[in-house]
C-alpha cells in the first residue's frame, strides 16, 4: 500500500521537474521582455539549462528517465500498473505521458526544447554572480 503513495509522490516530484523546465523557460522570456533582472539571475539560469540538459541527454542517449524507473517499480510493488493508481496519480501521469506520441517524438521535442533553453541562454545571457568586496577598515 505505501509502494502505491511513494509511486504518486514520484509522479508529483516528477511533474515538478517539468514545470520547472517548461513554466521556468517561460518565465526568463517574461523577464526578457519586461527587463526584469531576476530573470538574469546566474544561478537559476544554470540549474534550468541543466535541468532541461540532463532530459536531453537521456533521450539522445535511450535512457528511462530515473523518475519514471523509480515509479514503475513502486507501482509494480504495490501490485499496481500506471493506469491503476490514484484518481490523482493518473492525472499527473496523464499530465505527463498523455500526448498519443511516438517515442521518437518525445525525444525530438526534448532536444528540441533544450536546444531553445540553451539558445535563450546564450541569447539573454545570465549575470555572473559578483563576489563581495571585502570590508575595508580605516
Known sequence: MW?????????IAHIAYVGYVVLGQLAIWL????HRQWARNFWFRATHLLAIAIVALE???GWTCPLTRWENQLREL???T?????????LAHDVLFGMNCPEWGFNAMHVGFAILVLGTFILFAPHWPKRSQPVRTA
Open 78 to 80: 504495490a501490485g499496481q
Open 82 to 90: 500506471t493506469r491503476s493508481g490514484s484518481f490523482m496519480a493518473r
Open 31 to 34: 523577464g526578457w521582455i519586461f
Open 3 to 11: 509502494y502505491g503513495y511513494l509511486a504518486d509522490a514520484v509522479v
Open 59 to 61: 533521450a539522445v542517449m
